[in-house]
């Protein structure tokens, strides 16, 4: 006999799969977006507006080697100088969240504290995608 | 004793047919459990246990978390 011991919470946090009656609601996983622009510490601001082109950059997630979250560029942060670095302009230690929570707590969290985006990641901290508040209150209020 | 095992352990034995066994209450485990999990609480857990489990296979309990 063997025993997980990190249980339910370590499996959901990791975003896998699961069966029962929550598991057909909406989660931040499945409302995040992948493919949100990303960069490093020592990449400039003026690197990630050149990888963006004529798109532009809403939001960036500055992560490491192993994807793991370190920091975030909001719109604020991206008004920089081409020149500033990542380090100098990103906001460190984002709050981020598990993929299972659902998305109604998290329209309501950032509704409460102004959170325009928030990374989703594992519970080792690796992105997983980024959750829009617009997003997220849209599907909270049934608005697929 | 149960023998502590890690997420990658456990993806391994469900692949290998592993029973997992969700020891919370029913509601909880109703509300949302790990695929193929049956639910057998903690207080229901008695000498008779054996008999809805396949003896043949390994067994994975699961509670919420460490605590």
Same mark, same amino acid.
Request: proline fraction near 3%; avoid cysteine; aromatic fraction near 0%.
């Given at each position: 006999m063997y025993d997980y011991v990190d249980g339910k919470v370590d499996w959901l946090a990791a975003g896998l799969p699961s069966e029962g009656r929550a598991a057909s609601k909406p989660a931040a996983a499945d409302v995040a977006r992948s493919g949100v622009p990303t960069c490093a510490l020592d990449d400039t601001l003026g690197e990630i507006r050149a990888r963006a082109?004529?798109? #532009?950059?809403?939001v960036c997630v500055v992560v490491n080697a192993a994807n793991v979250v370190l920091g975030i560029l909001r719109e604020e942060q991206l008004?920089?100088?081409?020149?500033?670095r990542v380090d100098e302009a990103m906001v460190p230690g984002p709050s981020t969240f598990r993929p299972h929570v659902p998305i109604g707590e998290m329209a309501h969290y950032m509704a409460e504290h102004e959170l325009p985006t928030t990374p989703i990641t594992t519970s080792? #901290?690796?992105?997983?995608g980024v959750l829009f508040r617009e997003d997220a209150e849209r599907v909270a209020h049934g608005d697929r | 004793m149960p023998r502590p095992i890690d997420r990658n352990e456990l993806q391994e034995l469900r692949a290998n047919g592993a029973q997992l066994v969700e020891v919370l209450p029913r509601d909880e485990y109703e509300d949302q459990h790990l695929p193929g999990a049956t639910n057998i609480p903690l207080r229901d857990?008695?000498?008779?246990?054996?008999?809805?489990?396949?003896?043949?296979k390994a067994v994975v309990v699961y509670c919420w978390d460490t605590t």
């Open positions: 082109g004529a798109t #532009g950059v809403e008004k920089g100088p081409d020149s500033q080792e #901290g690796k992105l997983m | 857990i008695d000498a008779n246990v054996k008999g809805r489990l396949d003896t043949a």
